[in-house]
DNA sequence: CTGAATCCCGGCGGATACTG
DNA sequence: CAGTATCCGCCGGGATTCAG
């Protein structure tokens, strides 16, 4: 069925056994898929970026660091980080308004996996 | 080469040292959203992953395992992922013509950072 | 069998203006 | 300050047809 070589249908450890299931070719690539839905969106990377390493950031610091997106662009973006999870947001009731954003737990966890595609990526060159 | 960094939290925030020097959270940014590009059409994991471990697959191969796929995609996405250097295409010149699809080494290299994504989001479950 | 060419459509994302 | 509301162009991607 599966020929391991280096295969992703193996997954060392960490995977819940509740289930029983391991992930097949199908929906390794289906959960990839999703996974990478989340991080599709056209400024998610630079404001996860913007919020690794427990950085919070208000909007406007984030409007600032970022300066080609647009106000819908950069809350609506927010708003699907927020959804799927990965960006908590708190509103702080007050006037003028203020609202800072920071990432979840799980948020954080992408940093490293993040760091593994950007090693890919620099490993490029080598090509025959 | 490149500075292996366990956490891109820590990455400068300012311009690299030296030329030799990794990521700043700008260019990171942007060198992850590059990568992710290159992932980024609608059918590209799908092919990937029946890549994945050495397989060589012919394109009606890849046409059966992937149905919801038309052939324009599948054709379109192929060729993509072969300019981009993750696939390699070998036409076989005879008649029928017979093309074959593979990994190229760098493709294959992509293979435990999707398995490291794939267990990030297996972590979900718990948000606090 | 393996594509290229063509037509078509929905939605992402940009620009701008308005609001609490 | 931190967003909505509205309009709109572009292009990713589906269906179908043609070609080597």
Redesign the interface.
């Known amino acids: 069925m599966?020929?391991?070589?280096?295969?992703?249908s193996r997954?060392p450890e960490?995977?819940?056994a509740d289930e029983g299931q391991a992930?097949t070719?199908?929906t390794?690539?289906v959960?990839?898929?999703?996974?990478?839905e989340l991080?599709?969106g056209r400024w998610k990377?630079?404001i996860?970026?913007?919020l690794?390493?427990?950085?919070v950031r208000r909007f406007s610091d984030l409007e600032r660091a970022i300066p080609a997106v647009s106000q819908k662009m950069l809350a609506q973006q927010l708003r699907q980080l927020e959804r799927d999870?990965l960006v908590h947001r708190v509103v702080h009731p007050q006037v003028p308004p203020r609202v800072d954003y920071a990432l979840?737990?799980?948020g954080?966890?992408?940093?490293?996996?993040?760091?593994?595609?950007?090693?890919?990526?620099?490993?490029?060159k080598?090509?025959?």
Chains 1, 2 share one sequence.
Do not use: M
């Open positions: 599966t020929r391991t070589h280096e295969d992703v997954l960490g995977k819940p992930y070719r199908e390794g690539a959960a990839v898929a999703q996974a990478l991080l599709g990377l630079e996860l970026f913007q690794f390493g427990g950085r999870g979840t737990e799980w954080q966890a992408l940093c490293p996996v993040l760091d593994a595609l950007l090693r890919w990526q620099a490993g490029r080598v090509e025959r």
